[in-house]
């Protein structure tokens, strides 16, 4: 049984605060929340399922306030939302049966891969200003990636924007804000898919999920503000701190 006291509601609140700008700028505020929910002692399976509770209030604060600011008016949306629709349905049902430890080393690998090519490669991941964005059709490799995306959004969550990220900067060229933006609606799309088998299962607890939403929604509307405002590599190297910094708390927990 967990214990909501009064220092656990301000540590879920700060913890979603921070998270909220995290995910919203880069990814791995999952890394964050999760532990905080299993230092409430919730078992790790209704962490992870009351942790989507979060991710949807912030994601869909972010989208709008990317849609404010310009940012969402994207040709591929529906198509790009859509494949990692299909991936994070079955990620999400595999989740719901399967400890979330089996995917650790799949995102411990992914974000450290992350940070060796932002650091290294820069232009895989930020491409030049003035790059022309590709469609759908026009990347091979962008399919994959974004059911993969979704398939561990759906499953774990913590890192997808990470995953995210590589499929729509680096195989769809899209620079680093707009790429965060379409990130952020993909996340809110399947987050909404794998919340609802969660719910159907029973597996979220909704008073701490609304707590750790509460500040999330704070960090993600600022987040937006400082994402629109700051420039491309300012942004980039935020990107690889957070890599680091996910990679360390994924080793930790």
Not at 55 to 69: I, P, Y
Not at 109 to 116: L, V, W
Not at 146 to 157: H, I, K, R, S, T
Not at 195 to 222: C, K
Request: charged share 10%; net charge positive; glycine share 10%.
């Amino acid at each position: 049984m967990y214990e909501l006291s009064v220092t656990y509601i301000v540590i879920l609140v700060a913890t979603g605060f921070i998270a909220g700008i995290i995910n919203t700028m880069a990814g791995g505020g999952s890394n964050l929340t999760i532990p905080a929910l299993l230092m409430m002692g919730l078992p790790a399976d209704i962490a992870n399922a009351t942790n989507r509770v979060s991710v949807l209030f912030q994601s869909l604060t972010a989208a709008k306030g990317f849609k404010a600011h310009g940012k969402l008016d994207i040709p591929d949306l529906k198509k790009i939302v859509s494949i990692t629709l299909i991936g994070g349905l079955v990620g999400a049902a595999c989740a719901s049966y399967m400890p979330a430890t089996l995917l650790k080393p799949v995102l411990l690998g992914a974000m450290i891969t992350m940070a060796g090519i932002i650091l290294f490669k820069p232009g895989v991941i930020s491409p030049p200003e003035g790059t022309l964005a590709l469609g759908i059709g026009e990347s091979k490799s962008s399919i994959p990636m974004l059911l993969l995306a979704g398939f561990y959004g759906g499953f774990v969550q913590a890192g997808v924007g990470f995953i995210l990220l590589a499929a729509i900067a680096g195989s769809l060229r899209y620079d680093l804000v707009r790429a965060n933006a379409l990130k952020i609606v993909c996340t809110a799309a399947f987050t909404l898919l794998a919340l609802g088998i969660f719910v159907v299962r029973d597996q979220v607890w909704w008073v701490p999920g609304l707590v750790l939403a509460s500040g999330s929604i704070l960090g993600a509307h600022l987040a937006v503000k400082i994402t629109i405002q700051i420039s491309q590599r300012a942004l980039k190297w935020f990107l690889f701190i957070m890599t680091l910094f996910a990679s360390a708390a994924a080793l930790m927990f």
